[in-house]
Each structure stands twice: as C-alpha cells, then as structure tokens.
C-alpha cells in the first residue's frame, strides 16, 4: 500500500510555544491531505482539508489562527499547533486519499503531542 | 448529518473464534466505506474498501460486506488470533471531497 509518514511520531512542548508537525506522502502526490485529532479512547476527529496551492479548509469549531495549515507541495502538509497549551496534547494523525480505481485513504503513523 | 455507529464498543473472545463487527450509518447515499485497524498509539492501517456498487470485498481471514440500503456492514473475521487485538474502525466517504466521517471504533481483544 502507499505509504504516508509523519515527523516527529512524538514531541513534549512547554505552554507558549508553537510546535509544527509534517505529514509526507512518499509514493504518491496528494493534493488533498487531512489532520485529524484523536483523544485516547476517541474515534478520529476530523479538523481541516489541506488543499494544495490554496487555502485549507477548516471543520467547524476548529480555530484557523491556532492550527496553521500549510501544503507547500504535492507531497507535504504541515500542521503548526500555535502558543499550544496543555488541552492541545493530543494524537494528530493526517491522511492523503491517493487517487485512482480505489480511491483509499492512506494514514500516516501519527504524532502525539503533549504539552507541559 | 450522517451518522457512523459501531457495535459493539468492545469485545472479548478467544483464539480461533470466528468473529463479526458492525457498523452502521445513517444516510445510504455513501460514495465508499472503508474498514481500518489501529494499534495503541499507532496511526490507521486501510484492511478493505469496498465501494458503493460493491456487495462486499476479502482479504486473507478478513471480509467486508456492504448493505447499502439497511444502512450497514459488518466486518468478519475468521479464526481470530492474538495479533488481531486491535481497535477496528470503519468509516464511510459521502462523496467526491474524500472527507471520512468515523465510527467510534470495537476495540478487540483476542486472548490466547
């Protein structure tokens, strides 16, 4: 199956400080990425469509200005988690649908961030 | 608003049993439905899609089928074992954006 990464799988970041968190497709070009939150014991949350070239897309609820979005590339999405606080440790997963007869969703491995 | 439901929340069996898990939506216009596993801490691994025409789809111990019309699908798994502890997701895709909206998830426990 295509394969997504992230980086890093893990980061403890003080109060205040901004943290960024890379979602890569490294067999595909996906101009659609996805980041989801997950709480422990929680389904998937979903936050935001990265579009690459233009804007993302922001799910209800989901404050723009706190979780920056950038799709620099066909194969990149960044996630900044902006003067974080401890209720934004969470898992953050992002996707990329590789498109195609199948049409699935490939997930990357995730990042937990936890915030002191 | 569709709605993913999963049933049940947890489950408990031993080795070699044959087991199913149920999800159901509420809205039947769904463009695909896709059925995931996810370890402890670990992002989600694709098991089976199976597309909205389709009636069901296999691989290895693992079978997915689709009832779009009653609203449901069910995961079958064959001659469960121990590294098939894991929490099964399925979720359904309404249309064109790729946007996936998922079930809360069974997590499995298989005991040797």
């Known amino acids: 199956g295509a394969v997504v990464s992230q980086h890093p799988s893990w980061v403890i970041c003080k109060s205040g400080t901004s943290v960024k968190i890379e979602c890569r497709s490294l067999?595909?070009?996906?101009?659609?990425m996805f980041w989801y939150r997950q709480f422990p014991k929680q389904s998937l949350m979903l936050m935001a469509t990265s579009n690459e070239g233009s804007k993302a897309t922001y799910e209800q609820g989901v404050e723009k200005d706190k979780f920056l979005i950038n799709h620099a590339s066909l194969t990149l999405s960044t996630l900044t988690v902006t003067s974080a606080h401890p209720e934004d440790s969470s898992f953050y997963i992002c996707?990329?649908?590789?498109?195609?007869?199948?049409?699935?969703?490939?997930f990357g491995p995730g990042t937990r961030l936890t915030v002191l | 608003k569709q709605e993913v439901t999963q049933i049940p929340a947890a489950l408990s069996v031993p080795e070699g049993e044959n087991l199913v898990l149920n999800c159901s939506f509420t809205?039947?216009?769904?463009?695909?439905l896709q059925w995931f596993r996810q370890d402890p801490g670990k992002g989600l691994t694709s098991l089976l899609l199976?597309?909205?025409?389709?009636r069901e789809q296999t691989s290895g111990r693992l079978n997915a089928s689709l009832d779009k019309s009653s609203g449901r699908s069910t995961l079958y798994i064959a001659a469960s074992q121990p590294g098939d502890s894991a929490t099964y997701l399925c979720?359904?895709?309404?249309?064109?954006?790729?946007?996936?909206?998922f079930g809360s998830g069974t997590r499995l426990l298989v005991r040797p």
């Open positions: 199976i597309q909205s025409s389709q």
């Open positions: 979720a359904v895709r309404m249309d064109s954006s790729y946007k996936l909206i």
């Open positions: 996707s990329a649908p590789r498109a195609g007869a199948s049409n699935e969703q490939f």
């Open positions: 809205d039947s216009a769904i463009y695909n």
């Open positions: 067999d595909f070009q996906a101009t659609t």
